[in-house]
T-cell receptor
């Protein structure tokens, strides 16, 4: 059974600084997804990582995938308030997605 | 283009009552899913349907039933609601090997 672990589960960030969220998973998979969720809202797809070494960037967010280490990272550059949300990684397993518990990000001025 | 539509958005039930959550998509996707979201636990898969006419159990299927009515619609039924089923329920769809597209969620409280 696939297990997906995110850490940290809560991250208080200062504006302008850099941070990284980690997503580890327990079973081989070549596909990993990152989602963002604002409070009381649905989930929005951020990145789709489909192979080992995949790197995707959008604005201040950059995601990467190392399938050999079973690890994905979501790097935040120069945090701004608009990035405050909950971020989920999800790993594909048997045509289904298994989600991590989520990382709550809060950006302080 | 509505994407994925869930009804109702909010519902309060008493223990033992039954209800059905409806999901409809206009994205022409074959695969549809029901997840529940609880604080600190991410999203957990209840049931999914890879195509019209097929359904399979996910991680937490107990207490739920589903119907894939046609390609567009996938409903989730609680036959006898329990307080442990208080949650936010999300319907999602996708093409194979692609990201999920989610509905807005249905917030269910069981008293």
């Amino acid at each position: 059974e696939l297990k997906v672990e995110q850490n940290p589960l809560f991250l208080s960030m200062q504006e302008g600084k850099n941070y990284t969220i980690y997503c580890n998973y327990s079973t081989t998979s070549d596909r990993l997804y990152w989602y963002r969720q604002d409070p009381g809202k649905s989930l929005e797809s951020l990145f789709v990582l489909l192979s080992n070494g995949a790197v995707k960037q959008e604005g201040r967010l950059m995601a990467s995938l190392d399938t050999k280490a079973r690890l994905s990272t979501l790097h935040i550059t120069a945090a701004v308030h608009d990035l405050s949300a909950t971020y989920f990684c999800a790993v594909e397993y048997g045509n289904k997605l298994v989600f991590g518990a989520g990382t709550i990000l809060r950006v302080k001025s | 283009n509505a994407g994925v539509t869930q009804t109702p958005k909010f519902q309060v039930l008493k223990t033992g009552q039954s209800m059905t959550l409806q999901c409809a998509q206009d994205m022409n996707h074959n695969s549809m899913y029901w997840y529940r979201q609880d604080p600190g636990m991410g999203l957990r898969l209840i049931y999914y349907s890879a195509s019209e006419g097929t359904t399979d159990k996910g991680e937490v299927p107990n207490g739920y039933n589903v119907s894939r009515l046609n390609k567009r619609e996938f409903s989730l039924r609680l036959e006898s609601a329990a307080p442990s089923q208080t949650s936010v329920y999300f319907c999602a769809t996708n093409y194979p090997d692609r990201e999920l597209f989610f509905g807005e969620g249905s917030r269910l409280t069981v008293l």
